[in-house]
């Protein structure tokens, strides 16, 4: 059939099994825009606040589904206001397909109206990249970017449409998805060499990314740690892919992970890294972690073995299937020994906190009390991201989303707005700091607009927490540009743009208002004012190694 450049980019998106996208019209995609509305009863359009917003959602909605998120932007501005968001979902491998359109053909390349090279701008930010100069190219290009997104280590593909493709007619022709089948290179020998460390261990910990999310690798890993008889720590990227009330879990690792992670992993014999990256944040001084240990490293990107830490052996493949194949050659272990010492650690460095005044522990526990642990937790960046990766216990996959390579202040809620619309009947709440707050509140507006019950938390204690605690630490407490002692009132903003809003200065009034936000079913921005000098402990300095972990009383 003969379609435009317009609806035969609304099929391919059909075909790809889309039924929402994030995005902001302009001029060179108007064409889109004017083809999305015939279409909008099968493919729904959230018009968001900004176009790093319609990124954030997008990347929130994959995340949580485990699709393939879809934002749209225009020319110029419009397609460079997605670089971030796009950034976001590279760094933490989120499968995310960006479309923009471009100035005609002719006026490509001679500086015309919001004309910007956005193809390359984010070529080093994507998997990949096209820009569509032949309407006869259009459809394929958009199955290849869907293909690129959501296969082997997923990430972010970008298009790049000029507006005269998207006038431009030809024939198109229906074309069913092809999925590739999943599959692991790792040889025979290999696998057999990882069982035979792990059958000569002692001492086995578990340690686990966000790949063991991304593969759906949850059932597993939680056999493969009961059949090695092995505690498992976490990284921000791993949460809920193993279960935060099992006796095995022993928190997150590094910088600010548990003393229990930190000096059981300085502790092991075995490290077994699953679908991780060895980040610096979770490394601290390369030369010293896990020194004592043989490392077994298992990933689906063959680039990420022995770029950060060497492995003695390593399996290259999809998470689920290695593990699988791994699982049915391994015999049951014994470290009741190992696991005892793991349980003495639990019991001498508990999480703790000053329980005396209201602080950002006590309101991530109760939000895990009042959601039984069953809510969707999205957040920001900072000292309360931290807090809601410490204190509130991920049972499920796909229940933690923060942006964690990137440190994107600003992410969590147009990624609590995409995860609800994924997942709508989940409960959604984001975590936000007063600093990261103020980035991307205008997309409260979004919320309300569309009625999308999120409950957005809003940790206020007046600075930037994460930056303060630093200078307080390490820069002899000069607060230079950390402190927001402004007059901004986030309730009467949320008011302002159609939210329901709590304020909440004492620990009573928590539960309270968490169970009528959740009650309202409507957008809600519960805010709650804590002391500006609560600090996140654990702790481990930039470049230390792991072991040298400290909290509040060591100092």
């Not at 009330?245 to 910088?255: A, D, F, K, V």
Request: proline share 4%; net charge negative.
């Amino acid at each position: 059939m003969q379609l435009n450049g317009s609806e035969i980019v609304v099929e391919c998106l059909k075909e790809q099994g889309v039924d929402t996208v994030f995005g902001y019209p302009g001029g060179t995609i108007l064409n889109i825009y004017d083809t999305l509305y015939k279409h909008s009863d099968e493919i729904r359009h959230i018009l968001t606040s900004h176009e790093q917003g319609a990124a954030h959602a997008a990347d929130g909605y994959a995340r949580a589904t485990g699709k393939v998120g879809v934002c749209l932007a225009t020319s110029g501005p419009g397609a460079t206001n997605l670089v971030t968001g796009i950034a976001t979902a590279y760094m933490d491998s989120v499968p995310v397909v960006a479309i923009t359109a471009n100035v005609t053909l002719p006026m490509l390349g001679k500086d015309s109206f919001q004309e910007v090279d956005i193809a390359g701008v984010t070529m080093p930010i994507t998997k990949h990249g096209y820009i569509v100069k032949n309407v006869e190219e259009l459809a394929d290009t958009i199955r290849r970017a869907f293909t690129i997104a959501r296969s082997g280590r997923p990430g972010p593909v970008l298009v790049d449409i000029t507006k005269d493709v998207t006038a431009a007619v030809c024939e198109y022709v229906p074309k069913p998805v092809e999925v590739e089948p999943r599959t692991y290179r790792c040889t025979e020998e290999e696998i057999d060499q990882v069982a035979e460390y792990i059958r000569a261990a002692k001492k086995p910990y578990i340690y686990l990314g966000g790949g063991a999310v991304a593969s759906d690798a949850c059932e597993e890993v939680a056999a493969f740690a009961e059949l090695i008889d092995a505690p498992v720590c976490d990284t921000l990227m791993g949460k809920g892919a193993f279960d935060g009330r099992s006796e095995r879990y022993t928190g997150m690792i590094g910088m600010h992970g548990t003393k229990t992670s930190n000096l059981g992993v300085s502790q092991c014999d075995l490290l077994i890294a699953l679908g991780a990256r060895f980040s610096d944040r979770v490394i601290g001084n390369p030369k010293k972690f896990a020194e004592n240990a043989r490392i077994i490293h298992m990933d689906i990107d063959a680039a990420e073995i022995n770029k950060n830490i060497r492995a003695d052996a390593s399996l290259v493949g999809d998470l689920k299937l290695v593990l699988q194949e791994l699982n049915r050659r391994l015999e049951k272990q014994e470290h009741s020994d190992w696991m005892k010492t793991i349980a003495d650690l639990k019991t001498k460095y508990p999480l703790k906190y000053d329980d005396s005044q209201l602080s950002c522990p006590y309101v991530i526990e109760a939000i895990d009390r009042v959601t039984k642990g069953e809510a969707l937790i999205t957040t920001d960046v900072g000292q309360h991201q931290m807090w809601a990766a410490q204190y509130y216990r991920y049972t499920k996959p796909r229940t933690f989303l923060s942006s964690g390579g990137l440190g994107t202040m600003g992410y969590g809620l147009g990624a609590c707005i995409g995860a609800q619309l994924g997942q709508p009947d989940k409960l959604c709440i984001n975590i936000a700091g007063d600093g990261c707050f103020r980035m991307n509140m205008n997309e409260l507006a979004t919320a309300s607009r569309y009625h999308i019950p999120i409950i957005q938390v809003v940790i206020n204690n007046h600075v930037l927490g994460m930056v303060r605690q630093w200078q307080t630490l390490f820069y002899g407490k000069r607060y230079s540009q950390t402190v927001l002692s402004d007059k901004v009132d986030f309730c009467k903003v949320a008011e302002g743009l159609g939210c329901e809003a709590i304020r909440v200065t004492r620990k009573e009034e928590v539960e309270p208002a968490i169970e009528k936000a959740i009650a309202l079913k409507a957008p809600v921005l519960i805010e709650c004012i804590i002391p500006e000098d609560d600090k996140v402990f654990p702790m481990v300095p930039a470049g230390a190694p792991i072991a040298e972990v400290f909290d509040g009383d060591d100092l």
